[in-house]
């Protein structure tokens, strides 16, 4: 069997930094990462950065894997080759339902030479529990973890991580921190162990214990639907003209609507016009991320926009003024 990681993690928390990461770590250990990620719009952005440090990336685009995606990816899932030192990692769109994507995970006969996921959920310290009606889902998210991750600790206070410390342990207290290192040392010494077990038996994998964990449903309750009526979740896809202005683009960014969560894209700017910059922004009082990609660009120069009620009309108009 092979060793299934979902990673798990609101808009923004991290995930595909914590991939960057653990991507070498796995071959230096001789290990051979396959990556499916999901996004909204369009993934070939976030999985050309990837294939930087790993050649096996698939992108799933559009809605969440739990739901209305959830066919292209357990097809997905079906068709992957892979070898006895491979590992699945699965980045999922900062709105995933997790416990309906761990069901679905669980019953599928396609999934079936995977383990059970362990689930690596990324937590922002800064912005947790601070997105307003978000929130709930911020915590649904974290409930079934096997493991967990918090981010940017740099930028905030010891009381503030206290907190958020405690409010995570008040909410799963089974979820074992991780670092990069020792998600991969795991991995490791799962795959010694895995011929020996029957599949789907996960169980008896040690470090792996669903047995007493909230992954291990019984299915004895109604299914649980996404319910987009939750969260309206949107996302909108926006040409960027071909070479654009820095300091015009940073002041676009932070002057989107309120409802804008994230942006994200490609784009050229004038002082460096001979590299492709993948960029985003996740809050508007934030530094926006800019990084030049090695390999050529999937697409033009483009803008994803992921919030709630998106003001598209509004929207494509600001970008034109660029």
Known sequence: MTPLVLLIGFLGSGKTTFLRQILPELKQRGLTPHVVINDYQNARIDAAFLKEVTEFVKPISGSCVCCESSEELLNTFAEIS????????LETNGTTDAEELLELLTLDSRVRRFTLPLQVTLIDAK?????????ALERDQFKTSTHFLIT???????????????????????????????LCEEL???????????????????????????????????????DEEMHHFASAELPLPPVVDRADFLEFLKQLPVMVLRAKGLVVLKDSPDRVHL????????????????????LPPVLILIGVNLPVAELRQQVSKL
């Open 152 to 182: 940017r600790q740099d930028v905030v206070t010891a009381e503030r991580l206290k907190f958020v410390e405690e409010h995570l342990r008040g909410i799963n207290s089974v979820a074992v921190p991780v670092t990069p290192v020792g």
């Open 188 to 226: 490791k010494q799962m795959l010694t162990t895995l011929d020996k077990i029957s599949p789907r038996i996960s169980k008896e994998i040690p470090g792996h214990n669903h047995a007493d964990h909230a992954h291990n449903h019984e299915h004895d309750h109604e299914p649980h639907h996404h």
């Open 127 to 135: 912005r947790w529990q601070k997105r307003f009606w978000h929130n």
């Open 82 to 89: 892979l070898t006895p030192k491979s590992v699945l990692l």
């Open 279 to 298: 960029f985003q922004r996740v809050e508007a009082d934030e530094d926006v991320i800019f990084v030049p990609l090695k390999d050529p660009a999937p």
